[in-house]
Each structure stands twice: as C-alpha cells, then as structure tokens.
C-alpha cells in the first residue's frame, strides 16, 4: 500500500491526460450547472434513471458522466437509487412492451412536482427500433417529457451541456 | 474432404444413416442435411463427440416456399477451425420436433425460444415458459417470427410461473425489474433460508425489442446499424459478426490491412469493458477507490476510440470489405502512446486490488461456478474459461490472431477471483496483440474491398469480450435478409449465474453479478 501512497502522491491529479480543450468545456458548463442547479432546486437535482429496452450504449454514457473526470455529481446532480427520491426521472431506450407497467409505476412512485428527461434517440422517436411489434412507442407517448438529451449515444459532456441549457429556460 | 470423417464417425455410431445432403459451401462450416427422425441422435452424437454444447439452435419459416419449418442446430468443432451445422424440416401444420433438453441441456433455452418465437413445439421439453414475450402482455398463440405474423397480437393474456421452492423457514426476495443503479431492467427471485441463496430464478426479458424481425427484409447496408444496437457494450463485435457472415455468403475477401484494423478494435473494446468490470467488481466489495480508478482508465480507452474513429463505442467503423477508418501514421503514433500510458494506470490498478487481502477475502472462492455445470449449460467465453474450459474463438479459428500467436488464459477455480484475474491477463494480452497489429499496419494501404451482394446462408463469428457472438444469417436473391439469428453469450451465460450464486449470500449477488457482467439488450434481443 505504501507503494501505492507514493505514487498517488508523484502522480497528482490523475484527469490530467484530458485534453485541455474537454477540461474547459466540462468545467464551463458544469459551472453553469453547478449555479442553476443551487438556484433553483436548493443545491442539488436528484434524478432516477430506468432504462426501458436501451442497448446500454446510453447507460454506459450516463455512468461516464459520473465518472471523476466528468464528476456530475460536483456540480449538484446526483443520480439515486429509488424513485422515491428523485426530482427527475431520465429514460433511455425505446418503451418495450415489457417495461411499460415499470416506467409507469417509477413514475407514480416520484414525489410531486417531477419531471422527465429523455436520453438517446430511441427514447425520442424509437430510433432503429421504430417499426418493431413490441415497441410501445417513444416515452414521450407514455410521459410528458419537458427535456430531451439527443444523440446515440450522447457523450458525457452533451449530457452536461444540455441538461445546463434546460435549467436555464426552467 | 474433412467433412466425410464426420460422417464416417456418426456411421460407427448409427449404422445405416444416410444423410440427405451435404454442404461444404465454406470451408469453416459443414452442413448436414438429415431425415427428421435421424435429427435428434445426429444431434446427440456430435454433442458427445465434439464436446461442444449446442451453440445455436434456431428455426426458418420456409412455408412459403416449401410449405415447411427448417430447424438448424449449430456445433463448434474447435479441433478442426469449422462449425457444423444439422438441419431437418418440420411439417408446417401444428409443427413440433423430439426435445433434445433431456439429453442436452444447452438445448433447453434455445427450444424455448423457438416455442415461443414460432410456434414449433419442443415435445417432452419439460420446461415451456415464455422467456422474452411476457404474458402479461403479450397474448398466446402469436408467434412474431412466422412469416405470416401480423403487428396486433390477439388472444388472451395469462400470467407467468415462478418456480417455487417450500419448506420451513424459506422466504423469497424478489428484484427487480428497476434495480437501484445506472443499470439495465431484469427480475430476480431469490429463495433464500437464513442468508444462502437456495434457488435464483432470473426472469429477463424486459428490453426485448424484436431485433431478429427487425432485420428480415432490410438491405445488408441498413442493418448494421441494427447489429450494432444489438449491445451496445458489445456494438463493434456485433457489427463485426454480422459483417463477416455478410461477406462470407457474397464472396468478399477483405483486405490484410482491414484485418488488422478490426483485431484493434476488437481488443480496444475488450480493454474498456473488462477495466470498467475490474471496476465494478472491487465497488461491488465496496472498494470504491480503485473502481473510481477504473472508471479513469475506461474513460481514456473511449477517448482514445473516439480520436481514433470517431465513435467512443466504435460504431459505423466496419462495412462489408473491411473498415470505413483507417489508422495513419499520426493515428498509430497515439495509439501507441496512449496505450502505454493506459497500461501503466492499469498495472498499477491491479496491483492495488493484489494488495488488499480484505478484498481479495471477498473474491476468494465466491460464487464459483464448476467446470461440470458450465460445460452442461453450454455456457462460453470468459466465464467458460474461467472455470477452466478451453474455448476462445481467437485461438481456433485462422486469421489475424493466429499470426500474432495469441495466448489463450483460463483458470480453474470458477470463482469471482478466477474472473477477475482472467480479464487482468486478458487486458494484458488485449495490450499486446494492439502492439503487435499495429506493427502490421501499412501506410496507404487499403482497407476496404469492393462488395456486391449475393444470395445465401452462412455463419458469422466474433469472440467479443464476454464471449462468442454469433450470427446465422441468410439473405435472399434480391439482397434482402430473410432470416437473422441472433446468438450472444449472455443468452446461455445467465443461467451460469443461477448457479454460481447458489450457497453464497445474497450481499455477495451483486459481486458474482458483476463478474460474470451479462448483458441485458444483447439476452433480450
């Protein structure tokens, strides 16, 4: 372990293999984040995600952003464990038939006021799996979503971006 | 001709069989064409001689054409670099065929699918539940892969059976299908006395999609898209499945280059899946420093694909003829140096989990899976190997992998630390065989190959890093696909779970769970 101490301490800062550039963009818009988010939900939105017949490509991308170069957390978003918590609930996939009773009862579960987000392109429209027989339909022909976060996957930092620039006009 | 020993041998064993026909389209694969009552014990047969469990068992709606069912089982015959595929027809009136599950239980699942993808009844199959067409909501007697199936489902809805264990003192814990992390939806019955788990019944499902539908009747082109949506972990080894059946039954001959430039790309997804499992395994034993350690070194491996081709999970790199990105000398530069930086973080990553005995206390013996068990369920990949089967894809078969003498690991223990050691070592050699390809690489050297698009069936494979991936797959005259068949390693690796768990506490679920890291969308389809 003394090893191990030692070069932690020789190391520094282990995100510094980030390209600059990245390093600005997060720290920009999760600043922003950062202050919208003690605005106007009292320091910190929590969000419960489900995931109703992603690939896992979204889950991946939404465990990235919480990873300490990304840290979404630091910025007053914490992801949580039961609906029960949650300010926000955030779908990935297209709904599939068999998720349809779960993403209903999560969202009953949310204390009022709550809201939804969508991640990735199947959660918007379907995507590829539009035309399948037991595809329920986009989440939004279930809940109201008030936020969309595009892209398939959507990168870490889009994640951070548009879930700032949401807050803003919120 | 290789293909005669094979029926030289079934003839010791069967005298007096005849096969209807026999195809050696492609010299790594054989197909035997056999009368329906010779199926069941040709099927047996192989199983006993090739020591391989069923690897795929699926059905073709063929009605229109010949007014039947076609049913395909699939072995691998390692030894010999081939597969080797048994099929017989099936009436298309109230279709049914003998179960093989009684004598084969990798079969067991597969005949399940078949019951309720196409309405082909698995006689004496003990066990007929509906895995991915839940009857809480979808009505029997709808069977989506017949040709003839239209979009509305009608009928009635009945509920689903868990099998249920008695006795005093037993409770059940029920899980699922919204779990408490980032994490996709699956059910889980635990039956539990005290603190062991007696029983654990995985009832998954939940994302099924109607992927294999999707793909009938779509252009090559359009559905590689869907191949790589299939498990989005898994997307390049998916793509590269579906590619190479593609280019097996059109002839195409890909470029040496493309070659090299696909085996890269393979490994760069299996060294980000197994450093984010490493991860996930020491914060499931609540070790959340190297996990956040981990994660750093996951995030620079998808940093590194995303320079490299523009996609962090590798998509919309491959096509048929080879690779839409290539690598130039700027590209191998970075690679080179980004992976030397990678695997000191990672070194030093291993020797910090090494070096925590109340960590490796929770690893030690857990969750073991025994080789008998494994082998009985047909289960593949890493965790096969894990508990000492010998079955890489990479090894057995010619290509790339083979010129760059890939060294295949296994260990014997079955448990959590045999996992986890098995993708420390494997991320090494992942390291390795990068260095060694891109060591190949030429500059401005093509890598992509003129394709046209011919009518067939054939095989295509990829060891991705759970496990082989599979893809049956034939496509019509005009170009269009007329039957895809799916096969992941999770499908029968789930059931490896089941059993791993039985006897540890159910605390130590979600450390097995994440050692054996099964995939949700690629089992659900």
């Given at each position: ?5 030692k ?8 995100t ?10 997060i ?13 106007k ?7 419960r ?5 992603s690939?896992g ?9 919480n990873?300490?170069i ?9 992801f949580?464990?039961s609906?029960?918590?949650a ?8 709904v599939?038939?068999?998720m349809?009773?779960?993403?209903k ?14 991640c990735g392109d ?18 939004s ?6 936020l ?11 994640i951070?971006e ?9 | 001709?290789v293909g005669?020993e094979?029926i030289?041998?079934i003839?010791?064993e ?5 096969a209807?026909?026999?195809g050696e389209?492609?010299p790594d694969?054989l ?12 099927c047996?047969?192989?199983h ?14 063929e ?15 390692l030894?010999n670099s ?6 017989r ?10 179960s093989l599950?009684?004598n ?6 597969f005949?399940r ?20 067409l839940?009857?809480e ?10 040709k003839d199936f ?22 059940e814990?029920?899980?699922g ?7 996709g939806?699956?059910?889980?019955r635990?039956s539990?006395a005290?603190?062991?788990i007696?029983n654990l ?20 082109s ?8 299939v ?5 390049f ?11 097996k ?5 890909i470029?040496?280059q493309?070659?090299?430039l ?24 609540g ?27 590798l998509r919309?790199v ?6 839409l ?8 530069k970075?690679?080179?140096d ?6 000191q ?7 910090i ?6 960590f490796?206390d ?9 080789r ?7 289960v ?14 990479r090894?057995?078969?010619p290509g790339v ?8 690991i296994?260990?014997?223990s079955?448990d ?9 070592l494997?991320f ?9 390809f891109?060591a ?36 019509n005259p005009?170009?269009l696909i007329?039957r ?12 490896g ?6 006897g ?6 979600p450390l097995c769970?994440?050692?054996?890291d099964?995939s ?6």
């Amino acid at each position: 372990m003394i090893e191990v101490l030692k070069s932690r301490i020789l190391k520094g800062i282990v995100t510094r293999h980030i390209h600059p550039e990245l390093a600005r963009d997060i720290d920009s818009a999760g600043s922003e984040l950062r202050f919208l988010v003690r605005k106007k939900f009292g320091r910190s939105l929590a969000i419960r995600e489900v995931d109703t017949g992603s690939c896992g490509a979204c889950e991946s991308e939404i465990i990235a952003s919480n990873n300490p170069i990304y840290d979404l957390q630091r910025f007053g978003v914490n992801f949580v464990a039961s609906p029960r918590h949650a300010d926000a609930l955030l779908v990935t996939g297209p709904v599939s038939k068999n998720m349809l009773i779960a993403l209903k009862k999560t969202y009953a579960a949310m204390p009022e006021p709550k809201f939804v987000i969508t991640c990735g392109d199947c959660a918007l429209n379907c995507g590829l799996f539009k035309d399948s027989y037991y595809v329920e339909g986009p989440v939004s022909s279930i809940l109201p979503v008030m936020l969309h976060i595009p892209g398939c996957p959507p990168s870490p930092l889009a994640i951070i971006e548009t879930l700032s620039g949401f807050l803003k006009k919120f | 001709m290789v293909g005669s020993e094979i029926i030289s041998s079934i003839k010791r064993e069967l005298p007096g069989f005849e096969a209807l026909s026999i195809g050696e389209a492609y010299p790594d694969e054989l197909t035997i064409r056999v009368r329906p009552q010779d199926f069941k014990d040709i099927c047996l047969i192989l199983h006993k001689n090739l020591a391989s469990p069923v690897m795929l068992l699926f059905a073709l709606d063929e009605r229109e054409e010949s007014g039947k069912f076609l049913l395909n089982c699939v072995f691998a015959d390692l030894q010999n670099s081939r597969w080797i595929t048994v099929s017989r027809d099936i009436q298309g009136e109230s279709p049914e065929f003998d179960s093989l599950a009684r004598n084969m239980y990798s079969a067991s699942l597969f005949e399940r699918e078949i019951w309720e993808m196409f309405g082909i009844k698995p006689k004496d199959n003990p066990d007929l539940r509906r895995l991915r067409l839940h009857d809480e909501v979808w009505p029997k007697g709808n069977y989506p892969l017949r040709k003839d199936f239209r979009k509305i489902p009608a009928g009635e809805l009945s509920d689903y059976v868990f099998n249920r264990v008695e006795g005093e003192g037993i409770f059940e814990v029920p899980v699922g299908p919204v779990h408490a992390g980032i994490i996709g939806p699956g059910h889980f019955r635990f039956s539990v006395a005290g603190e062991p788990i007696i029983n654990l019944e995985a009832r998954l499902g939940f994302t099924h999609r109607g992927i294999e539908k999707l793909f009938e009747g779509k252009l090559c082109s359009e559905a590689v898209r869907l191949s790589e949506s299939v498990s989005g972990d898994a997307s390049f080894a998916h793509s590269l499945a579906f590619i190479q059946a593609q280019e097996k039954i059109s002839g195409i001959l890909i470029p040496k280059q493309a070659a090299y430039l696909r085996g890269i790309f393979l490994e760069l997804e299996r060294m980000y899946n197994h450093v984010n499992d490493i991860g996930g395994i020491a914060l499931d034993a609540g070790f959340s420093f190297p996990s956040a350690y981990a994660s750093i070194i996951k995030e620079a491996i998808l940093q590194l694909n995303d320079r490299l081709t523009g996609d962090r999970y590798l998509r919309r790199v491959n096509a048929a003829g080879g690779v839409l990105t290539d690598i130039d000398e700027a590209g191998k530069k970075e690679l080179r140096d980004s992976l030397k930086r990678i695997k000191q973080d990672f070194d030093e990553l291993a020797k910090i989990l090494n070096s925590s005995v109340s960590f490796m206390d929770r690893v030690d013996s857990t969750g073991v899976l025994k080789r008998k068990t494994a082998e009985d369920l047909g289960v593949s990949g890493l965790v096969a190997r894990a508990s000492g089967i010998p079955a890489d894809l990479r090894k057995y078969f010619p290509g790339v992998y083979r010129e760059a003498n890939f060294e295949m690991i296994t260990r014997q223990s079955g448990d959590v630390l045999a996992r986890l050691n098995l993708r420390i070592l494997e991320f090494a050699e992942s390291c390795r065989l990068i260095e060694g390809f891109t060591a190949r690489l030429k500059q401005g050297e093509k890598s992509m190959a003129a394709s046209g698009i011919k009518g067939g069936s054939g095989l295509g494979y990829a060891e991705a890093w759970r496990g082989p991936v599979l893809y049956w797959l034939k496509i019509n005259p005009d170009g269009l696909i007329a039957r895809c068949k799916i096969a992941d390693p999770s499908f029968l690796n789930w059931q490896g779970l089941a059993y791993a768990v039985l006897g540890n506490i159910i605390p130590d679920f979600p450390l097995c769970n994440k050692s054996f890291d099964l995939s949700y969308p690629g089992n659900d389809l």
